[in-house]
């Protein structure tokens, strides 16, 4: 269960947004509709901007596990990659690639085409995101202070919640790109901070690693 400590601890670093990253905030706002809409649009503009960012991401469970490992994720669509703890997937024009360990935990890189559009992707996306937070059936409640949104659960008892039981989104007012976030769940929490990032993403940002590059960093 998460606690009512881990909850106020999220609640406290969700709401500023300082040099691409979440940062503590006193800063406190009402969840509104219009904040909703927000969010949903800058979680839009994000999956249609180009960009590139290297991410730390701390994990920390229930159980007292710790985990820190680094992510790349660059896009300039359709063009994409994402890159951590040994697995990659990415979109290269009209092919998904997707690489991850397999048997014996050695890494091999699969292709297959895309069965839509880059903008279908997208659209397919947001018609995903935007029913758990707008309508009188939303999941969750949304404020929002600068680029950054706080996301609340509202149903208690919905099943296996996409965002946990509250969640910080920040984006770059400016470019769109992520700014970092923060994922309070049951089974434990995860902080992701922005290490570099910048606009747009350039060719190197989006080579999709070699199976024996992504073999170095499987746990």
Not at 15 to 31: E, I, R
Not at 77 to 88: H, T
Request: charged residues 15%; proline residues 8%; positive net charge.
């Amino acid at each position: 269960m998460v606690t009512a400590s881990r909850l106020a601890a999220a609640a406290a670093t969700t709401v500023a947004c300082s040099k691409g990253n979440v940062t503590p905030s006193t800063t406190t706002a009402a969840p509104t509709r219009a904040a909703a809409d927000r969010f949903v649009a800058a979680w839009r503009r994000s999956l249609e901007a180009s960009w590139s960012v290297d991410e730390s991401v701390e994990r920390s469970t229930a159980l007292g596990g710790h985990l820190v490992f680094s992510v790349h994720r660059a896009q300039r669509p359709p063009d994409r990659v994402n890159v951590g703890l040994g697995s990659a997937d990415a979109r290269q024009g009209d092919q998904l690639v997707t690489c991850a360990p397999g048997a014996g935990g050695k890494v091999t890189c699969a292709k297959q085409r895309a069965a839509n559009s880059y903008q279908r992707e997208v659209d397919v996306q947001m018609a995903a995101l935007s029913p758990y937070v707008s309508g009188p059936e939303a999941v969750y409640a949304v404020s929002q202070v600068a680029g950054c949104f706080q996301l609340t659960l509202r149903l208690p008892g919905y099943p296996v919640p996409p965002y946990g039981q509250t969640a910080v989104f920040c984006f770059d007012p400016g470019t769109g790109a992520p700014a970092g976030s923060v994922i309070v769940r049951n089974e434990g929490t995860d902080r992701t901070r922005v290490v570099a990032a910048h606009v747009p993403a350039r060719d190197a940002d989006l080579v999709l690693p070699d199976p024996s590059q992504l073999q170095q960093s499987v746990p």
